[in-house]
């Protein structure tokens, strides 16, 4: 069975798709941040106006770790995704290195979205809701809340760094594919070359030695009495 290998275009199309997907993909997780944020501002509001914690309100701490996890770990499949796109770039040899080093950028950064400080707080508000203690939930959702405003910048800086991204792809692969149309004519003008070394000088040129030829031909078909 012969294995096909995937053309230049299909590979330069699989990372367009990568792009765009990615792109997407960070938009929405920062929608999502967004809207955990501004919930955990309301919750933060009715646990200082309520002296008690009931239930529904457990359940809504709960509820917002959980999308808060849900985001982090969007993140993390956002950086994978990155990973792959770097290593079929690579492998396939399809863009300049500048063009390399800023998709390894955009990579270092999407790893460095979620801060240590904000994987401390969620992990202080695991254990805090765990031990139902109001206290403790309230200063670790207090903490979380100053962490998630550097998780929201550094995504709104990933989205920025992507369209970037796309933008200079773009311009490199019209230029990679002139290179490689220019190549392949020089080639072709190699090519022809070496198959037709007649075909080389100008017309009259031509004209004037195939008449030579003629002649030269004609005089050695007389008798030697007539010459």
Do not use: H
């Amino acid at each position: 069975c012969e294995i096909r290998l995937p053309s230049f275009e299909e590979m330069y199309a699989a990372v367009d798709e990568d792009r765009g997907v990615q792109l997407k993909d960070a938009r929405e997780t920062l929608d999502q941040q967004k809207d955990v944020a501004e919930d955990l501002k309301e919750v933060l509001r009715e646990m200082k106006r309520d002296k008690n914690m009931g239930w529904e309100q457990q359940e809504q701490v709960k509820e917002l770790a959980a999308r808060q996890d849900e985001v982090a770990r969007k993140v993390e499949d956002l950086a994978q995704s990155m990973e792959r796109s770097l290593s079929r770039m690579e492998q396939g040899r399809l863009f300049s290195p500048e063009i390399l080093e800023k998709v390894q950028q955009i990579n270092e950064m999407v790893r460095d979205v979620q801060t240590p400080e904000f994987r401390e707080q969620m992990k202080r508000l695991q254990e805090a809701i765990q031990n139902l203690d109001k206290r403790e939930i309230q200063r670790a959702m207090e903490n979380l809340q100053l962490t998630q405003e550097d998780l929201a910048r550094n995504l709104d800086r990933t989205i920025e760094m992507l369209k970037q991204l796309q933008r200079e792809q773009s311009l490199d692969r019209m230029i990679q594919q002139a290179e490689q149309m220019l190549e392949e004519q020089r080639n072709l003008n190699q090519e022809l070359s070496g198959q037709r070394p007649d075909s080389t000088g100008s017309p009259s040129e031509r004209r004037d030695g195939e008449q030579d030829e003629a002649g030269d031909r004609k005089a050695g078909d007389q008798p030697e009495d007539e010459k």
